[in-house]
T-cell receptor, first 112, second 113 residues
C-alpha cells in the first residue's frame, strides 16, 4: 500500500530564512505533486515532478525528486510572509485515473 | 487556463435534507473528476473518482447511496449528499484532471444543523 509521509507537519520560521519540507513515499511512483492551500481555500498546483533528479523552481520555491530514495523536497529560499500556507505533497497511485495519495500537509507560518 | 468552479461555495441545511454540489471545468474537458472531503487541519480524503458517462468508483468506507455522484458531461460532475446529518458537515472539494494534473475547485463548506 502506498503511503506518503511529510515532515515537518508544522513549521514556524522567520522571514529571510531557508528551510526544506520533506516528502517520503513507500512504493515506486511515476509522478509526484506539490500543492499549496491557503486557509479556507482550495488547492493550487505548484509543481509536477516526473523523473528521477527532476528539479523545478518557481520564485522562492524549488522542488526536487529522488525516485531511488522515494523522496521529494520542497525548499524555501529567503522566506517571505506571503508564502505562509499549508503545503501538500501527493504521489500518483499508478491507476489509470491518476489518483493521488496525499501527505498530511505541512503548515508553514512565516513571521516578519 | 485549467479553471474549475464549484457551486455553492457554502451551504447550511437542516438534518435530513439533501444537498447538491456542482463541479465544472470551465476551460477544458475533464476525463476524470474527483471528490474529496477535508476535515479541519487535515489532509484530503478521496471519496470517489468519476469518469464521464460511467458510474463513480467510491473509496472504501464511503457510502455510495449517501454520496451520489453524477458525471453527466466532460465538464460537469455533481455530488449529492442525501439525508444529510451533522456528521456530514465538512469541506468538500472537487478536482478535474487535465493531462496528468488535477485542478481543484474552490471547495464547498457544508454545515448540517
Amino acid at each position: 500500500e502506498l503511503k506518503v509521509e511529510q515532515n515537518p507537519l508544522f513549521l514556524s520560521m522567520q522571514e529571510g530564512k531557508n528551510y526544506t519540507i520533506y516528502c517520503n513515499y513507500s512504493t515506486t511512483s511515476d509522478r509526484l505533486y506539490w500543492y499549496r492551500q491557503d486557509p479556507g481555500k482550495s488547492l493550487e498546483s505548484l509543481f509536477v515532478l516526473l523523473s528521477n533528479g527532476a528539479v523545478k523552481q518557481e520564485g522562492r520555491l524549488m522542488a526536487s525528486l529522488d525516485t531511488k530514495a522515494r523522496l521529494s523536497t520542497l525548499h524555501i529560499t529567503a522566506a517571505v510572509h506571503d508564502l505562509s500556507a499549508t503545503y501538500f505533497c501527493a504521489v500518483d497511485k499508478g491507476s489509470s485515473n491518476y489518483q493521488l495519495i496525499w501527505g498530511a500537509g505541512t503548515k508553514l507560518i512565516i513571521k516578519p | 487556463g485549467a479553471v474549475v468552479s464549484q457551486h455553492p461555495s457554502w451551504v447550511i441545511c437542516k438534518s435530513g435534507t439533501s444537498v447538491k454540489i456542482e463541479c465544472r471545468s470551465l476551460d477544458f474537458q475533464a476525463t476524470t473528476m474527483f471528490w474529496y472531503r477535508q476535515f479541519p487541519k487535515q489532509s484530503l480524503m478521496l471519496m470517489a473518482t468519476s469518469n464521464e458517462g460511467s458510474k463513480a468508483t467510491y473509496e472504501q468506507g464511503v457510502e455510495k447511496d449517501k454520496f451520489l455522484i453524477n458525471h453527466a458531461s466532460l465538464t460537469l460532475s455533481t455530488l449529492t449528499v442525501t439525508s444529510a446529518h451533522p456528521e456530514d458537515s465538512s469541506f468538500y472539494i472537487c478536482s478535474a484532471r487535465w493531462g496528468i494534473t488535477q485542478y481543484f475547485g474552490p471547495g464547498t463548506r457544508l454545515t448540517v444543523l
